[in-house]
């Protein structure tokens, strides 16, 4: 086996606090199943699981452990929607803001669904915020919330003022905000791994340590690892950012963005209640975010998408300290007992990458940073192409993508020049 492979987890605060953390079988030899799923993140599990429930014969490839790459590592925010939604309606020939309006939400749906059907403690929790640094942010959040309440939106929405800030969030950072209740915070390890086990018991099989090395299309695809193969029926890539199978039709796409974050120590009791008395999961409205939350166990876990060049910073604490102690410098004596980071993987136009390759070969990708709800909605809109209703597929598999040429050899290159042209907007 490649010494690429396979890697634990990161040393993640996640990884440190998981409820369990099953083993599971490497692929050796020749196996068959319907569907054959590649990448045991959320868009793999989420489908694995959905198919599984509705009888499918599954088979999970993950070339590291379940919930490895960023399903496992993310700011564990829990948000509706995608950004680029209003260029999605774009592509289509008819109306499609009804279905928009429900994909929005979907994945919390199936989340909350799963959390309460198969008993998976991740510690989910109702209430995020959207802050405005500058006075554009407040008029797009005064923007969002009208349209809220256009749609009768039945969750508590409502926006914060300026001057009601320091009560909100112990903080004078920002201008204002957005609080809804829909959206909320997660661990996001826990929930794979949940969802993971679940899938196992409703007869999926999970091989981990088994990265793929081939796909052979035809009417029965051949997924070949270094010691096996799967033979089925329909293939599903879900690897993200951290796969580069089918590079000829899905290369130059999605580029991986840099997220990093620290948790501190747990925070006393007072302190916690003061910096965030509603235990919201909270993200500004900058172009290169930064986003917090307070764990289960009243650490501060504060991230920011450090750079787009694929590459981590030398440290990731002194990267990420001092932007929470301008927003907190009530933390600057706090201990940092975690830091670590991982991949996003970014599409230029912001609209999720979901389609088929093949009339048995799907894909789902590129979610932009709002990952843990859109990918299980893509697994629920994959599952329903292989069960053959497609019309939520096709919203997606008409967008036309913008490729950069020769990113294999520098794509980050210019990813990166582009993340300095939007800090510099949100410097403007």
């Known amino acids: 086996m490649s010494n690429q492979y396979p890697q634990p987890h990161c040393n993640s605060y996640y990884a440190a606090t998981a409820n369990e953390s099953p083993d599971y079988p490497l692929l050796e030899g020749a196996n068959s199943c ?35 790459g960023g399903s496992g590592r993310n700011g564990g925010q829990l948000i509706g929607g995608f950004s680029g939604e209003r260029r ?28 309460e059907k198969y008993a998976i403690n991740c510690d989910l929790k109702f209430g995020y915020m959207d802050v405005a640094i500058k006075p554009r942010h407040m008029r797009d959040l005064q923007e969002e919330y009208e349209f809220l309440q256009r749609m009768d939106f039945p969750h508590e929405v409502r926006l914060a003022p300026k001057e009601e800030m320091e009560d909100v969030l112990g903080t004078k950072a920002y201008r204002g905000g957005l609080i809804n209740m829909a959206n909320g915070h997660l661990h996001p390890l826990n929930l794979c791994i949940g969802e993971a086990v679940a899938a196992m018991r409703q007869g999926a ?24 193969e799967v033979k089925c029926d329909f293939v599903i890539l879900a690897g993200n950012v951290y796969h580069s199978l089918e590079a000829r039709r899905l290369g130059g796409i999605v580029f991986p963005a840099g997220s990093f974050i620290i948790a501190t120590e747990a925070l006393p009791a007072e302190l916690a209640q003061e910096i965030n008395p ?47 102690i301008k927003i907190f410098p009530q933390l600057k004596n706090m201990k940092i007992e975690y830091a670590w980071g991982g991949k996003i993987g970014i599409v230029i136009n912001r609209i999720p990458h979901i389609g088929r390759l093949d009339k048995n070969i799907f894909y789902a990708q590129g979610y932009s940073g709002h990952g843990v709800n859109v990918t299980h909605l893509a697994g629920q809109v994959l599952a329903d192409a292989i069960a053959g209703t497609c019309e939520r597929l096709d919203v997606f598999d008409r967008v036309k993508h913008y490729r950069i040429p020769g990113s294999r050899w520098f794509g980050n290159q210019l990813v990166a020049l582009g993340m300095l042209y939007v800090r510099l907007l949100d410097l403007l």
């Not at 307070?294 to 650490?299: F, Q």
């Open 88 to 115: 999605l309606k774009k592509f289509q020939d008819k109306d499609i803001s009804d279905l928009v309006w429900n994909m929005r939400w979907a994945g919390h749906e199936i989340i909350r669904q799963r959390i």
């Open 205 to 228: 099989a999970i091989f981990e340590r088994s990265p793929v090395i081939s796909i052979d299309h035809g009417g029965k695809p051949r997924v070949r690892t270094e010691r096996g």
């Open 34 to 68: 319907d569907v054959c799923v590649i990448g045991g993140g959320f868009t793999g599990i989420s489908a694995a699981l959905q198919l599984a429930e509705r009888g499918y014969k599954v088979s999970v490839l993950e070339a590291n452990r379940i919930g490895w």
């Open 278 to 324: 509603l235990d919201l999961a909270v993200c500004d409205s900058n172009y290169a975010v930064d986003y917090f939350r307070l764990s289960a166990d009243k650490r501060l876990l504060f991230g920011g998408r450090c750079n787009y060049s694929g590459r981590e910073p030398r440290s990731i604490e002194k990267s990420i300290f001092p932007r929470m």
